[in-house]
Every structure is written in C-alpha cells, then in structure tokens.
C-alpha cells in the first residue's frame, strides 16, 4: 500500500511539473523572440553584432551587456542577460498583492516568506512600495556595471577600471576606500511617493 501511494505522489508531482516547465518554456521564447526583435532594431548595419555606437541605450549598460567584455554585444549576450534579468526577484510583480489599493504591500498583504519581504525591503521602513522597487532595480543595474567594470573580479572597481574620469570616481567613492561597491555604483533613487 505504501509502495501505490508513493507511486501516486510521484505521478502527480511529474504530472504538475510538466505543465510548469512548458509555461516556463512558452515565457522564455516569447522573452528570447522579444530580444531577436530588439537586437535587430539596433543592428543598423545587419552585421549580428552590436557596437557601443550602434547601442543608443548607454555605455554602462552596453558593457554589463557584453558579457566577454570585447566591446561587441553579440546575440547570445543579449539573450544571456535577458534570461539572466527574468530570474531575478525583482521582477515579480509583489504591487499586485496590494489588496487596499494604496500604493504599499504591508508585511499582512504579503504572500512570501518574512525574509524574502525584508529583503525588498530596501528602505526598512516595513511596506514595499514603488520607491523599493526603484531601488532594487537600479541596485541591479549597478550590480551590471560591477560586472562590466571589475576586470580583476575582486568585486570592487578601482580607478584603473573606472570608464571615466577621475574626479567622477572621486564623487562616487563615499567612503574614501580609493575603489567602488556594488552601493557606491548604485545611481540616487529620488522618493517620488
């Protein structure tokens, strides 16, 4: 009898699994189909490669892009970050759990562990609002150019990968230390609430 109800679970478990990985699947082409339609929009010279001239959205993301740091943004690249970018935690839709409607998800409204909640909770200030979210993403921006800049991979940017001038690294080296965080990289987010 054990042996049937063991058989059973795993049947079910395979049974609900399948559908989850053909969704995850479905998403994930649709995603991969998007990024062939971007990559082709700035492909002006049809070459299947990008360069930072022909990327009109920036050098800083350009280079968190370019995943071999070559100065060419391939398709794969793209496709890379772009699945790497749909993983991320940020990207679940947690202002949907607003039941009150009043811009902030309480810790009551929401439907995840306490740690995932505080760890959305950038600001401390115990809801999630916009203003969190905007701080998430520009963290993860900033994780991007961390990556994009540390040649070394020590996690930090010295004034030797810094892209620019000097006196920018000064401006944004808060605490003195001659390199640059992930926090340091991070761009002010300006409350809008």
């Known amino acids: 009898m054990k042996i049937q109800n063991i058989t059973i679970a795993l049947a079910l ?5 399948v559908p989850m990985a053909q969704a995850q699947t479905a998403d994930e082409a649709k995603q991969l189909a998007a990024v062939d339609k ?15 001239d022909e990327f009109s959205l920036g050098k800083s993301y350009f280079h968190a892009l370019d995943l071999d740091k070559n100065g060419i ?3 794969e690249e793209a496709k890379a970050a772009s699945i790497r970018k749909s993983t991320n935690t940020t990207n679940v839709n947690w202002m949907a759990m607003d039941a009150d409607n009043d811009g ?5 409204e929401w439907k995840g562990t306490p740690e995932d909640f505080d760890t959305l909770d ?5 809801v999630l609002s916009r203003y969190d979210r ?13 990556a994009a800049y540390d ?13 620019a001038d000097e006196a920018t690294f000064r ?4 605490n003195r230390d001659g390199m640059l965080n992930v926090d340091e990289l991070a761009e002010d987010v300006k409350r809008k609430e």
């Open 13 to 17: 478990t395979v049974a609900a699994a």
């Open 38 to 52: 971007w990559f082709e929009q700035y492909d002006r010279n049809h070459d299947a490669q990008l360069t930072v």
């Open 73 to 75: 943004l391939t398709r």
């Open 104 to 108: 902030y998800v309480t810790v009551r």
């Open 122 to 126: 950038l600001d401390h200030d115990r």
């Open 134 to 146: 905007d701080l998430a993403r520009e963290h993860n921006r900033a994780k991007g150019r961390l």
């Open 151 to 163: 040649k070394d991979k020590d996690g930090l940017v010295s004034i030797k990968e810094w892209p």
């Open 171 to 174: 401006q944004r080296d808060h």
